[in-house]
């Protein structure tokens, strides 16, 4: 069995590829949207962006006023 090497593909229509492509647009998404969009818990979001992270996403967050929203950010 051969290992996957482009460790930045998901699985199609996965909750994960759900986040990811939420992470992707210009203003990023709160932790609510994403809660709500994949129906997972809090923690269960911030670990998959954790995972996401580990796959060489990087992951940056942005506080306007009482909301924090992430996104993906440039590569560094």
Known sequence: MTKN????????GSKA???LEM????DG???EEMT??????????RAAMTGLRKKDHVIEKR???????WF???AA
């Open 63 to 69: 506080a306007t006023g009482n909301t924090t929203a």
């Open 5 to 12: 090497t482009d460790t930045k593909t998901l699985r199609e």
């Open 17 to 19: 590829a759900t986040l």
């Open 36 to 45: 709500t969009r994949t129906g997972w818990q809090s923690h269960s979001v």
């Open 23 to 26: 992470l992707q647009r210009d």
């Open 29 to 31: 998404a709160t932790l």
């Open 72 to 74: 993906i950010g440039a």
